[in-house]
């Protein structure tokens, strides 16, 4: 499991440096915004971000904002005590937990295993007779793998990680050319989604017409 600290204090890097190395963590530490933000331009694959809210260039709630959230990448706020305007504003934007200053490590690792434990039963969805498994591209039909094509895989990929939200046309036609090169249209959309649906044989995916296309937790 990879972690990534964000933090400056250098006690509290030596202190979670060898409490998640003991716990079989992997533990990568940036203590500012700018080297973090070049480290997550890397695409790392990273399981937990530890982000502390005050940091030496900047705010670290706006490092969230502004780059962390849109990677979908499971974040704890270290926060002081005062700070509870920006705890709030940082649970409402899409932040798993924080913790305040002092802290208990044995605290902070129970939150850590509480989430990484949530998002690992996450990945793998249920719906109907179907599953699907993000963290490998899998989708089974009664137990058995689907002969989806790479590009139908992608964007039943794409489908399952905004479950409960509409994925517009837009959006998707602009994955389709980050992950192919070749530009297509509003109609070769929809019969890419004809296909994905004939060979899944479930109504899973709902079309919201002139929008885009959603799939829903039953």
Known sequence: MNI?????NISIIKGLTYA????????????????????LQT??????IILDITLPDGNGHNLYDHTIHNLNIPTIFLTAKDEEDEIVSCLNAGAEDYITKPFSTKELLARINRILLRQEKKNII????LTYDMDKYVLLKDGNPLNL?????KLVNLLF???????SRNTILDKIWEWTGNYVDDHTVTVYFNRIREKIGND?????KGIGYRIDEK
């Open 43 to 48: 695409k790392p694959d990273l399981n937990l």
């Open 126 to 129: 249920h719906l109907a007779n």
């Open 149 to 153: 094509s790479s590009l139908e895989l």
């Open 4 to 8: 990534l600290l964000i933090e400056d």
């Open 20 to 39: 998640l190395t003991k716990n079989n963590y992997h533990l990568i530490t940036k203590s500012t915004i700018q080297s973090a933000v070049e480290y």
């Open 204 to 208: 899973i995916i709902t079309t919201i």
């Open 161 to 167: 990680n905004n479950l409960n939200r509409v994925v």
